[in-house]
């Protein structure tokens, strides 16, 4: 049996892994090496389960020294929903790291169907190379009205302090159920 791993950097440790074989296998030409590493700061798909502190960090350290492009999926972590405070709409800000692009999606419309990409403005400039980017649906007014009002409202309805309102309050109340039991 291997000892659990306990610390962010642990965890990372097969990323670093992965982009070291992504290298080797690029290095013999079997491959184009590493693109990206992609995660979610918080794994919706896997429980709500937050990730060890220094994950993101190390991971993120390990891809770009891959040559890899970090990405962090907000689709169901974004627009304040962790509850994390006023000044963190976004799961990754909790680990300390700046994304080269954020996946967005179903809390951009609240309910009606889109999504969104942000990047650093080193990826977008990637774009300018007389490629163009379309998307069948993309840039419908009705989305672009869904998206603006879904914003207005998280502004005019205060959700970043009653995101972190709730965030302790649930937090606190977990951690009595805890302790009692």
């Known amino acids: 049996?291997?000892?659990?791993?306990?610390?962010?950097?642990?965890?990372a440790t097969p990323v670093t892994h992965a982009m070291a074989m992504a290298e080797r296998r690029h290095a013999s030409g079997q491959g184009g090496g590493a693109a990206a590493f992609m995660c979610e700061p918080v794994l919706g798909c896997g429980g709500q389960l937050p990730l060890p502190r220094g994950y993101l960090r190390a991971a993120f350290a390990a891809a770009r020294a891959g040559g890899a492009l970090c990405v962090c999926d907000e689709v169901q972590t974004g627009f304040y929903r962790c509850g994390l405070g006023r000044d963190k709409p976004w799961a990754f800000q909790e680990h300390g790291v700046v994304p080269d692009i954020v996946t967005l999606g179903k809390p951009i419309g609240n309910g009606f169907p889109m999504g969104a990409v942000v990047c650093t403005r080193a990826v977008?400039?990637?774009?300018?190379?007389?490629?163009?980017?379309?998307?069948?649906?993309?840039?419908?007014?009705?989305?672009?009205?869904?998206?603006?009002?879904?914003?207005?409202?998280i502004e005019r309805l205060g959700v970043a302090a009653n995101a972190e309102e709730r965030g302790a309050q649930l937090l606190a109340g977990l951690t009595r159920l805890a302790r009692d039991f």
């Open 1 to 11: 049996l291997q000892k659990p791993m306990t610390s962010g950097d642990e965890y």
């Open 124 to 153: 977008a400039d990637a774009f300018a190379n007389g490629m163009e980017f379309f998307a069948t649906f993309g840039a419908t007014p009705a989305a672009a009205a869904a998206g603006n009002a879904t914003l207005d409202a």
